[in-house]
């Protein structure tokens, strides 16, 4: 347990997303003690003074740690890229180790380090992990991951070029989460998705990052490739905390949250008009970030959806990969199968009208296609 100063002093605490119960910010805090269910970090919110620091530290008034003890490698600050006449790409492959990743990481690692964590371990789709091993490295903590047996090979070894213990597992990141539980070391913090409170804490900073890019404007639409949603949730959370301060008022963008046909467990769910999503079975995508079949948070990424009047689309395993290179070709960006997928959503948003070209709209490019080939 740390002492209450090293925290930012506008954290009230944490409470559950589902039931409400709260606990104590100044110890060590995987889910609800209750319920099972993710934490969420609630504070004082108050205007305040944006910093200079291009990363998203320039946020610190509203993250749940003194800057001083950040542990960082620059992240966020990300640039926004007008693609066409009010259509946008945020484009996440420019953060530290190459994906979007890297914000919620060194939140969880900041704050895992500070309240006394000696290891950290995580299951992994890829991207997730390589920010982990990284930032682990970074902290001086000892890092596990557990990925899918078929995660590409660059995911690996990427971790252990960081000096990660790397262990490869048959089936989805949800077997690869079992094989920790079972097996990885006892003394190690958990900072799998939603798992832990910070991490959503660093996604929500793309929310503010758009509000200055937009001088002060949010856009109309935001179009989010899903797979445990931290970002989906985190920006959701980040509206709220600008209404609260009087940054805007009751108008959200609408939150689409963009999965593959192959897994699709928040789709569905939204379709269904249903309170949670479900399991899903015989996961398969190539969008490997997306293939997560059992999100803990997907319950929250229905309230988001709903709350903001988006919705959920899924997209055919062959029109990613074209997507993604189409999005390439047209840009310069190097684009990932998840922001393909983004991509090929906008494009049928449009055609069906759903999207209008007098809307302001953003797609999010959430990693580099590097470590894809």
Known sequence: MIDRPVLNARVKGLTCFACGAAHDPRALQTVCTRCGMPLRVDYDVRPFQVGAEPTLWRYAAVLPIERERAVTLAEGYTPLLEVEKRLFVKDESRNPTGSFKARGMSLAVTMAKALGAKALAAPSAGNAAGALAAYGAAAGLPVTVAMPQDTPRAFVEECLHYGASVHLVEGTIADAGKWLKANGPRDAFDVSTLKEPYRIEGKKTMAYELYENFEKE????????????????????????????????????????????????????????????????????????????????????????????????????????????????????????????????????????????????????????????
């Open 218 to 373: 949010l856009p109309d639409a935001i179009l989010y490739p899903t797979g445990g949603g931290t970002g989906l949730v985190g920006m959701w959370k980040a509206f709220d905390e600008m209404q609260a301060m009087g940054l805007i008022g009751a108008e959200r963008p609408r939150l689409v949250s963009v999965q593959a046909e192959g897994c699709a467990p928040i789709v569905k769910a939204f379709k269904e008009g249903a309170e949670k999503s479900e399991p899903w079975p015989d996961a398969h995508t190539a969008a490997y970030g997306l293939r997560v079949p059992s999100p803990i948070g997907g319950f929250i990424c229905l309230r988001a959806l709903r709350e903001t009047k988006g919705t959920a689309l899924a997209i055919p395993e062959k029109e990613i990969a074209p997507a993604a290179q189409e999005l390439s070709r047209k840009t310069g960006i190097d684009v990932c199968p998840e922001g393909g997928t983004a991509w090929a959503a906008a494009k049928k948003l449009y055609a069906s009208g759903w999207l209008k070209s007098s809307e302001t709209v953003v797609v999010f490019n959430t990693g580099t296609g590097l470590k894809y080939r």
